[in-house]
C-alpha cells in the first residue's frame, strides 16, 4: 500500500521490483497487448469486445495497448472488424465514430488451426513479436505439456 508521500509511479515501480511485474505507466515505455482467445465467437462478439471498447473509450486502456484476436476461423481484416464493432452502439455521435474507428486500429486478429497446438501457438508468438512493439512473448511449457484451454464440456460430466 502506498504510503501519502509515494506517487504512483513510484509505487508502480517498487511493485515493479518486488513483485517482478510489468504494469503500466502513463507515458512510459511499457505497453499493454490483450489477447482474446475464442475471437471469433459469440462472447467474444458480445461481450469481451464491447468491455474492451468500454475501457478505451473512458481513457482506461493506455494509446499503446493491443488487442490482438485468436481464433480458428479464418477471417479476414474487415471481417474481423466487422465481428468486433458488431455490438457497439456509438450512434450518430462523430466524436465516437471517431473513437470507435481508433479502436478498431488497436485491433488485429490471427487464425489457427487448433489451440493445442505448438504450431499455432508459435505462429500467435512470431505475430506479437513482429507486429506489436515492446513484446517478446514467451510460454514455460509447450502446449503439449499443458491441458487444452477449452476442454469439451461433455467429458467426464455425464
Known amino acids: 500500500m502506498r504510503n501519502q508521500s509515494q506517487s504512483v509511479d513510484e509505487e508502480l515501480e517498487t ?3 518486488t513483485v ?7 507515458g512510459g515505455n511499457r505497453t ?7 475471437a471469433s465467437g459469440d462472447l ?11 475501457l478505451y473509450r473512458e481513457g482506461l486502456l493506455p494509446p499503446e495497448a493491443r488487442i490482438v484476436g485468436y481464433a480458428r476461423s ?4 474487415a471481417e474481423f472488424e466487422k465481428h468486433v464493432t458488431q455490438y457497439i452502439k456509438v450512434g ?11 479502436f478498431t486500429a488497436l485491433c488485429s486478429y490471427v487464425a489457427c488451426t487448433t489451440y493445442e497446438s505448438e504450431e499455432s501457438m508459435a505462429a500467435l508468438a512470431d505475430y506479437l513479436t513482429a507486429h506489436v512493439e515492446g513484446s517478446a512473448p514467451s510460454l514455460p511449457l509447450p502446449p503439449s505439456h499443458t491441458p487444452p484451454p477449452f476442454p469439451s464440456p461433455c467429458r467426464g460430466w455425464r
Open 15 to 17: 511493485l515493479d521490483r
Open 44 to 54: 467474444a462478439k458480445k461481450k469481451t469486445f464491447p468491455a474492451l471498447w468500454g
Open 20 to 26: 517482478g511485474m510489468s504494469p503500466l505507466v502513463a
Open 92 to 102: 450518430d455521435n462523430a466524436a465516437l465514430q471517431e473513437k470507435l474507428r481508433a
Open 32 to 38: 499493454l497487448s490483450i489477447i482474446v482467445l475464442g
Open 74 to 77: 479464418k477471417l479476414s481484416a
